[in-house]
């Protein structure tokens, strides 16, 4: 599936508006983004194991360790890889999907959920 920059944006927008509201009206200091594939930087907080594809990645301060003192800072950034979820959908249909889980993964990470939450509360 080839893509542009522009649609893949817009898919981003249309499957936050697409997941519950409640999550993302309670998103604060939060930038979503997104790039081709991750940088090296970000493969390596990742730990990606060679031929391993990320799909995602939040970077931030999760809302469950922020104290008094969480002020004056960046804001966290969730980033979507256009090119790993490419591979992975081979259908609009999937590809919307994929982007939805990705982006709901990411968020749920900023809400201070692990992995295990994560596939419990899966939208």
């Keep these: ?14 499957a936050m508006d697409d997941l519950p509201q409640k999550y993302i009206k ?3 200091n939060v930038a979503i983004v997104y790039a081709d594939d991750p940088d090296e930087n970000q493969s390596k907080k990742a730990e990606l194991k060679p031929g391993s594809l990320l799909l995602g990645l939040y970077e931030g301060i999760p809302l469950t ?3 008094a003192g969480y002020t004056f800072v960046l804001p966290d950034k969730i980033t ?7 591979a992975v959908a081979s259908t609009p249909e999937q590809l919307f999907e994929q982007i939805k889980r990705t982006l709901w993964h990411e968020i749920a990470h900023y809400y201070g959920l692990d992995h295990d ?3 419990r509360l899966q939208v």
């Design 65 to 67: 360790k922020r104290g």
């Design 26 to 28: 309670g998103l604060n």
């Design 1 to 14: 599936m080839d893509l542009s920059d522009q649609e893949f944006d817009r898919l981003i927008s249309a």
């Design 80 to 86: 979507l890889f256009k090119n790993p979820i490419l």
């Design 117 to 119: 939450d994560i596939n």
